[in-house]
C-alpha cells in the first residue's frame, strides 16, 4: 500500500503561481505512472498531467503550456507546477499512483487532495 500525501495547495489570485507536492511512503522509481488529477465542484475528476517511469510526460489541453509535472526520486515526491493559473483551475488536485507490477498484478493509489482555489 502506496500513501500519498498533497500539500501546496491555497487561494491565490488569476496569473499566480502554485508547485504542488505529492510525498509518497515508499520509493517511486518503480511505479509506471505517476499522475494529478482535479476534481471541480460538480464536474467529473479529470486527468491534469501524468508523468511515466520513463520520464515521457502528458498534459491535459487545458493545462499545455502552464503546468509542469516532475518527479524526484531522491524525495520520493511528484511535484506540479502551475503558472499562469486561471479561475477554471479551481479544483481538488489529487496525486495518483497507479500501474502494473512484474506479477500483473494491477495497483492504483490515491491521494486526499488539496484544494486550489484561483480568485479573478
Known amino acids: 500500500q502506496v500513501q500519498l500525501v498533497e500539500s501546496g495547495g491555497g487561494l491565490v489570485q488569476a496569473g499566480g503561481s502554485l508547485r504542488l507536492s505529492c510525498a509518497a511512503s515508499?520509493?517511486?522509481?518503480?511505479?509506471?505512472?505517476l499522475g494529478w488529477y482535479r476534481q471541480a465542484p460538480g464536474k467529473q475528476r479529470e486527468l491534469v498531467a501524468t508523468v511515466t517511469n520513463t520520464g515521457g510526460t502528458n498534459y491535459s489541453d487545458s493545462v499545455q503550456g502552464r503546468f509542469t509535472i516532475s518527479r524526484d526520486f531522491t524525495k520520493d515526491t511528484v511535484y506540479l507546477q502551475m503558472n499562469s493559473l486561471k479561475p477554471e483551475d479551481t479544483a481538488v488536485y489529487y496525486c495518483?499512483?497507479?500501474?502494473?507490477?512484474?506479477?500483473?498484478?494491477?495497483?492504483?493509489?490515491w491521494g486526499q487532495g488539496t484544494q486550489v482555489t484561483v480568485s479573478s
Open positions: 495518483r499512483a497507479y500501474g502494473s507490477r512484474v506479477s500483473g498484478t494491477r495497483y492504483d493509489y
Open positions: 515508499e520509493r517511486i522509481f518503480w511505479i509506471n505512472i
